[in-house]
C-alpha cells in the first residue's frame, strides 16, 4: 500500500508530513517507556523483519497481490509508540534506497501504514484481552483478529486521504469500496503471518513480547474480603547470564529475516499490490509522477549493474535488512539511553538532605 508521488496533492501531502512528524515525535517519547536494554536490539530487529516480508507480496485475487504492513506486529511485539518508529524506520529506508513509496507521500504513507495500523491494532488488541482469557493462545488470537482488521482500516484511512487531496477526479465511492474488499482479503494473510510470527515469539521467549505481559500479572487470591498476591513460587535455578538468551533469539531471527529477503523473496509475487490493483482499474493514477529516488543502485529492490535476478533481488533484500536493522537499533538504542541517563541526572540534580 504504498502510495508513491503524484497521487496525493502537496498541501495534503504537507498536512500529512506535518502529522507524521508529530506522531513520529510523540512515539519517540512514548517508546522511552517500552523499551529496556533487552527489547532495545529487538525492536530493531522487528523492523528488518518487516522490510523483509514486505518484500514477500502473496496472491489475493486474479492479479492481485499483498503484502504485511506491520503495524500490528510490531505494536504486539514491542509496543504501540515503538510500533510506530519500526514502521517509519522501514517506509524511511523503502523510500530513500528503494524507490519504494514516494517521497512527498511519505507522511502519508506513515499515518497511513504505521499510525493508523499501529494504533487499530492496539485498541482491538487490547480491547480482546480484556474479555478472553489470560492465556497465550488469547494472545495469538487476539494478534489475528487485530491485525486483520488493521488492513482494511488502513485502505480506509487511504481513501479518506485521497477524498481530501486526490489528483484524479474518480468517485470515492468506488475508492472506498474497491480499497476495502482488495484489502480484507490481505489482511487475512496480514493476520496469519502475524499471528505466526507472535505464537513463534511467545513459545521461546514470551517476556520479550509486550503484548504478552498480562501473562506476567501476579495471581491474586481472595482473602478475608480483599484480593492478595499469592505466594511467590520457589525460586528457579540460576538463570543464564545475561543478554544470552536474547542474544540467541536475536541472532535465530536475523538469521530467518536474512533468508526471507535473500531467497523467498524471489519466490514472491510480481503481481500488483492492492493499492496498485485499484489505481490501474479506477484511474487514480492518472498523475502519478517518477520516483525522486528511481535512479537509486538498488531501486524496485535489485541490485544495478548485476544482470542476474535471483542474485540482485538477493542482495538487495539483505542489504536492505542490513540498514534497516542498523538504523533501527540505532534509533531505538538512543531513545533507550536517552531513557536511562534521564533519571541518573535527576538524581545529580537533587538538593542534598
Known amino acids: 500500500m504504498h502510495v508513491p508521488d503524484g497521487f496525493i496533492n502537496a ?13 513520529v515525535a510523540v512515539s519517540l517519547r512514548g517508546a522511552r517507556r517500552e523499551l529496556d536494554e533487552r527489547t532495545a536490539p529487538l525492536a530493531g530487529l522487528v523492523a528488518a523483519f ?13 492479479g492481485t497481490s499483498g503484502h504485511l504492513l506491520g503495524g500490528a506486529l510490531a505494536a504486539i511485539l514491542v509496543g504501540p509508540y515503538t510500533g510506530v518508529l519500526c514502521v517509519s524506520v522501514v517506509l524511511l529506508m523503502q523510500g530513500i534506497l528503494f524507490a ?12 497511513v501504514m504505521g499510525v493508523v495500523t499501529v494504533v487499530t491494532a492496539h485498541l ?24 486483520l482488521l488493521s488492513v482494511p482500516a488502513a485502505a480506509a484511512a487511504f481513501t479518506a486521504v485521497y477524498a481530501v487531496g486526490g489528483t484524479t477526479d474518480v468517485p470515492l465511492g468506488k475508492v472506498l469500496t474497491a480499497m476495502v474488499g482488495v484489502h480484507l482479503l490481505i489482511g487475512i494473510g ?16 514470551p517476556d520479550l513480547v509486550h503484548g504478552a505481559r498480562a501473562l506476567a500479572t501476579p495471581l491474586k487470591l481472595r482473602v478475608g474480603g480483599a484480593l492478595v498476591d499469592a505466594p511467590a513460587p520457589a525460586p528457579a535455578p540460576a538463570a543464564p547470564a545475561a543478554g ?27 503481481d500488483p499490490d492492492g493499492l496498485e490493483k485499484v489505481a490501474a482499474d479506477k484511474g487514480i493514477d492518472a498523475k502519478v509522477e517518477e520516483h525522486a529516488a ?60
Open 50 to 62: 518487516i522490510f523483509a516480508v514486505q518484500m514477500l507480496n502473496f496472491p489475493v485475487a486474479a
Open 11 to 23: 498541501p495534503v501531502s504537507v498536512a500529512a508530513g506535518v502529522a507524521a512528524a508529530a506522531a
Open 124 to 147: 482491538l488488541f487490547r480491547g480482546l484481552l480484556r474479555v478472553l482469557p489470560t492465556t497465550r493462545r488469547s494472545v495469538t488470537a487476539a494478534g489475528f483478529v487485530a491485525a
Open 294 to 353: 528511481a535512479g537509486s543502485p538498488l531501486a524496485d529492490y535489485g541490485v544495478e549493474d548485476v544482470d542476474d535476478p535471483r542474485l540482485s533481488g538477493g542482495l538487495a533484500g539483505v542489504i536492505g535488512v542490513g540498514v534497516t536493522v542498523v538504523a533501527g537499533t540505532g534509533v531505538f538504542w538512543a531513545v533507550r539511553r536517552r531513557t536511562a541517563e534521564q533519571p541518573a541526572t535527576a538524581a545529580t540534580s537533587a538538593p542534598a538532605a
Open 244 to 270: 544470552g538468551p536474547t542474544k540467541k533469539v536475536w541472532v535465530t531471527g536475523l538469521a530467518a529475516t536474512l533468508v526471507l529477503a535473500g531467497f523467498v523473496s524471489f519466490y514472491a509475487s510480481a
Open 190 to 205: 496480514e493476520a496469519l503471518i502475524t499471528a505466526a510470527t507472535v505464537g513463534a515469539v511467545i513459545a521461546v521467549r
Open 100 to 111: 519504494d513509496g514516494g517521497l512527498t507521500a511519505l507522511g502519508v504513507n506513515i499515518t
